[in-house]
């Protein structure tokens, strides 16, 4: 069966002096009606790579909660979370692992990719229409494509969010794929890593309403149990190579996502080449 990991929000749990991750026990029924063994991951793993490696994930989700910390207006920070997910980003990047991010999640892909992120009104608590990108990444050209091209021209969603993605960087190789009536960017799709971004919460959605526009037939479509990863630590397997080490100290910013550093000339992740 197809392991999809996803990673946890941060509680802290003063009374026991605790900082804890965790889960919306939905996650874990979604997943498994969708087929997938849903495997929550640690956000205090530092060797993220060897981390993935040794889970042999099929599939990331990059789920919501909790704040990116360097933004001026976070009032619900986890650090600790922002690093492991941005080694998580990298590491899946370098082996093209699918990765769907979920509210949170999708504004940390945006930035990832060189995007920036910026608050927004009247999305919290409250149900909003959202429009499709027509043509958008070829609808069916990239992995994201194929998933939206899926979707209904115009369709409504749940919004729980206070930020949302504010631009494209130079070079930002996301492309948005659904827009609010407000203008804001609801999906974002990778040109061509299988790597999409949704702002609202698949897991709160019932039933009915989340089989229209599933974000979730990413991992469907293009998690498969007899997909070959390359290694990513070296060894037979080949891989990747030029892997930046994970600095833990390291903020989150816009331009984070660079992979491959030759000389003083930066790869951003997507353009690499395989060894």
Known sequence: MRRIGI??????????????????????????????????????????????????????????????ASLDEATSAAPERDRFERALLLAGSACRLPILGVCRGAQLLALFHGGQIGPVTDHLARRHAVNRVPGALGEGASAAG?????????????????????????????????????GSVEAVGHVDLPQLGVLWRPEREAPAERDALD????????AEPSRQRPALRGGSGGGWRGIRAFDPSEPIEPGGGYLHERGDRREPIGRGERG
């Open 7 to 68: 990673t946890q929000r941060v509680e802290i749990a003063a009374s026991h002096g605790e900082r804890r991750d965790c889960l919306d026990q939905r996650w874990g029924r979604l997943l498994a009606a969708r087929g997938f063994v849903p495997v929550p991951l640690c956000n205090g793993v530092e060797d993220v790579a060897r981390y993935v490696d040794e889970l042999a994930l099929h599939g990331v989700i990059l789920s919501g909660g909790n704040d990116i």
């Open 146 to 182: 194929r998933v939206v091209s899926r979707w209904p021209e115009r369709f409504e969603v749940n919004s729980y969010h206070s930020f949302t993605i504010a631009a494209a960087g130079p070079g930002s190789r996301l492309v948005p794929l659904a827009l609010a009536d407000d």
């Open 215 to 222: 974000p979730l037939d990413l991992l469907c479509i293009f």
